[in-house]
C-alpha cells in the first residue's frame, strides 16, 4: 500500500508481538503471547467481530473435541468460553471405542464472542486495535536470503514497531461472498474484508493459494414446523471441555436441535440451477473443503443418494435464527428459497440470511516451519485458516501454538513442537507443514495413527505438564494434575493384584451382565477386559474399593480395559520416535547425495525437513530415499 509521506507516522507505544486478526486463531494467540509477559496488540477489521464464528453454532465434534481438549490442557482459553457459552452439549461416537468418543457443545454464538472480546480486554500486557494492518516490515535478506521482523503498518499509516508478528487473518484477505450472480467484496456476515495485505506478503516472497468456503442459510425459527423434524436433544450428563470447569457447572436445561432431510425434489430444483451456481459456472476458483462440501456438490457426486440429513440448530437463545447444517450453498436468492422449502418442516421457511460462498487468499503452509514460523522471515508467525485449514478448532490450535512460540522466540528459547504421538494438534501442524494440500484442510480421527493413545479424556494428562514448562498453567493445576496421576497410577496397581474366586457374589455379578462364570480364580482387571464388563460393574465385589473422581475412574478403566492395544501403539510410538530424532542439519545439500532420485532432492531441497521422520512423510520421498538418507547421515 502506498501512502503519502504526512500519512505515515510511528506509533511510540511498546508492543514486543504484534497479533492480526481477532478470530479463533488470533484470541489464543494473543492471549498466550501476553500470558507469557509480553506486550501484545491484537489487530481486527471490528472488534465486533471477537471471536465470531461466522458458520456453524459449533464448538467440538469429531476429532476437533479433541483438538479443544488439548487447547486447555496447554492452557488456552476455547474450552474454558465454551464451557460458558453453550446450550446443547453431545458426547459422540459413545457406541465406538474411547479413542474416537468426541465432545460437541452447540454455541449460543453472541455469549461465545461476547465472553471472549472480556477475556481478551481484562488480560494484562493486551491491547486490541480496531484497524487493517495492510504492510508486514521486515529488513532486507541476509546472505541466507532470510529476512527479520520489524514491524507492521496499517491503513491510516501507523507504523507499530515489534519483534514478532503472527497472522492470523482466517477468510478475509482479498474476501468476496458470492451467491448466484451476486458478488461483494466483503468477509464474512458481511464484513470489511483486507484488501492489502496479499501483495505486502507476495513482496516477501510467500506463496499463497486461493480456497474457498461456504455456509448455508440462516432461517427464521418462527416460519419452521419442528413436528416434521427428529428432535435431537443433548446429553444427560454433560460433559465439560476444560479440565478447570467443575461438572456440576455444566448441568444446564438445553436446548434441543432438529434432523430433518433433503429428497429427490429438493435435488431435482438443485440440478437444474447448476449452471446458474457459481461454483459449477467458474465464477469461483478457489476450492472448496472436501469435507464440509456444499449441498450442490452432494448432488452431484453422490447421484445415488436419495437424500441427506439436514440439521436445525439454533444460533443461540437471543435469536430467532437457525443454522441449516447440511445445506451450505452458493446458488441464487430464488433457488435458495425454493430447495429449502422443499425439505420436510421447511415448506414455509423465510430466510434471514442468504447462503453464500465465500473465496479468500491463504498460504501455502509448508513454507512454515513445524514452530508456525516462516522459513524465509525470522520473527513471523501464521495460525489458522490463513495456513490453509478450515474450522474454528483447528484455528485456535494453531494460534495458541503460534502465539508460544513467538512468546519463545522473544525469550531466547526453543520453539515448542507437539509431535504425532503426542496430540492432536501436532498431526496438524505436521500435515499442513510437511504435505501438500490444495484445499481447506480438515482434522480427522483417521489421520492420527496413534489416535488409541490421542484419546480426548486423557488430553490433561499428555499435555498439561509441557503447558507448565511452557508457563500458561498454574502450579496449583499442575500440582493437582500429580496427584490424579498418582491417583491412576495406584488403583491400577491394585486392581492388576486383586484376586477374585468363584464365590456366589462374583459368580452372581457375572451372570447379571451374562459374562461367562469362572471355573478357577482371576484378577479382577482380567474380569475388566471382557467386553461386557467394566471397572464401575465390578464395584459390588470390590469392597476396598477407594472413593475416587470420575476422571480417575474412567483413566483406570480405559487403561486396564485396552492395555494390551494400548502397549502395542506405545511400541509403534518409540520406533516413530526413533525416525523423529533424527535431526537433518539446516545446511545439508540434498544435491550432493547421489543415490537420492531427482525428485526426492527436490522435495528436500523445497521442504527443508527438520528430521528424517519429517522427510519420509513428504510426498515423493520414498522409503528407499530415507534409507540412502539415514545412510548419508551416519557417515557425516
Known sequence: MKYSANSVWENKDQYDIAVVGAGHAGCEAALACARLGFKTVMFTVSVDSIALMPCNPNIGGSSKGHLVKEIDALGGEMGKVIDKTFIQSKMLNQSKGPAVHSLRAQADKSDYSKEMRRVLEEQDNLDIRQMEVTDIIADDPNESGIRKIKGVQTYSGAIYPCKAVILCTGTYLKARCIYGEISTQTGPNGLQSANYLTDSLKSLGIKMYRFKTGTPARIDKNSIDFT???????????????????????????????????????????????????????????????????????????????????????????????????MSSSLPEDVQYAMYRSVPGLENAKIVRNAYAIEYDCIDARQLKNTLEFKA????????????????????????????????????????????????????????????????????????????????????????????????????????????????????????????????????????????????????????????????????????????????????????????????????????????????????????????????????????????????????????????????????
Not at 429428497?263 to 472448496?288: M, Q, V
Not at 478448532?393 to 525469550?411: C, D, H, P, S, T
Request: hydrophobic fraction near 30%.
Open 228 to 326: 416434521k423434524m427428529e428432535e435431537q436433544k443433548g446429553d444427560e450428563r454433560v460433559v465439560p471441555f476444560s479440565f478447570t470447569t467443575d461438572p456440576e457447572d455444566v448441568q444446564i436445561d438445553q436446548v434441543s436441535c432438529w434432523l430433518t432431510y433433503t429428497n429427490e425434489t429438493t435435488h431435482e430444483i438443485i440440478r437444474e440451477n447448476l449452471d446458474r451456481s457459481p461454483l459449477f459456472s467458474g465464477a469461483i476458483e478457489g476450492t472448496g473443503p472436501r469435507y464440509c462440501p456444499s449441498i450442490e456438490d452432494k448432488v452431484v457426486k453422490f447421484p445415488d443418494k436419495n437424500r441427506h440429513q439436514v440439521f436445525i440448530e439454533p444460533e443461540g437463545i437471543h435469536t430467532n435464527e437457525m443454522y441449516v447444517g447440511g
Open 377 to 636: 522471515v525470522e520473527g513471523l508467525f501464521s495460525g489458522g485458516q490463513f495456513n490453509g485449514s478450515s474450522g474454528y478448532e483447528e484455528a485456535a490450535a494453531q494460534g495458541l501454538v503460534a502465539g508460544i512460540n513467538a512468546a519463545r522466540k522473544l525469550q531466547g528459547k526453543e520453539g515448542i513442537v507437539i509431535d504425532r504421538s503426542e496430540g492432536y494438534i501436532g498431526v496438524l501442524i505436521d500435515d499442513l507443514v510437511t504435505k501438500e494440500s490444495h484445499e481447506p484442510y480438515r482434522m480427522m480421527t483417521s489421520r492420527a495413527e496413534y489416535r488409541l493413545l490421542l484419546r480426548q479424556d486423557n488430553a490433561d494428562l499428555r499435555l498439561t505438564k509441557k503447558g507448565y514448562e511452557i508457563g500458561l498453567i498454574s502450579e496449583e493445576r499442575y500440582q493437582k494434575l500429580l496427584r490424579k496421576e498418582e491417583l491412576i497410577q495406584k488403583e491400577i496397581e491394585r486392581v492388576e493384584h486383586i484376586n477374585l474366586g468363584t464365590s456366589e457374589a462374583v459368580q452372581n455379578l457375572l451372570k447379571q451382565y451374562e459374562s461367562t462364570p469362572l471355573t478357577s480364580g482371576t484378577t479382577m482387571a482380567e474380569l475388566i477386559r471382557r467386553p461386557e464388563l467394566n471397572y464401575e460393574a465390578l464395584a459390588p465385589v470390590d469392597p476396598n474399593r477407594p472413593e475416587l473422581d470420575y476422571d480417575v475412574v474412567e483413566q483406570v478403566n480405559i487403561n486396564i480395559k485396552y492395555d494390551g492395544y494400548i502397549k502395542r501403539q506405545q511400541r509403534q510410538v518409540e520406533q516413530f520416535k526413533k525416525l523423529e530424532s533424527k535431526l537433518i542439519p539446516e545446511d545439508i545439500n540434498y544435491d550432493e547425495i547421489q543415490s537420492l532420485r531427482i525428485e526426492a532432492k527436490q522435495k528436500l531441497n523445497e521442504m527443508r525437513p527438520s528430521s528424517i521422520g519429517q522427510a519420509s512423510r513428504i510426498s515423493g520421498v520414498s522409503p528407499a530415499d530415507v534409507s540412502v538418507l539415514l545412510v548419508y547421515l551416519e557417515r557425516k
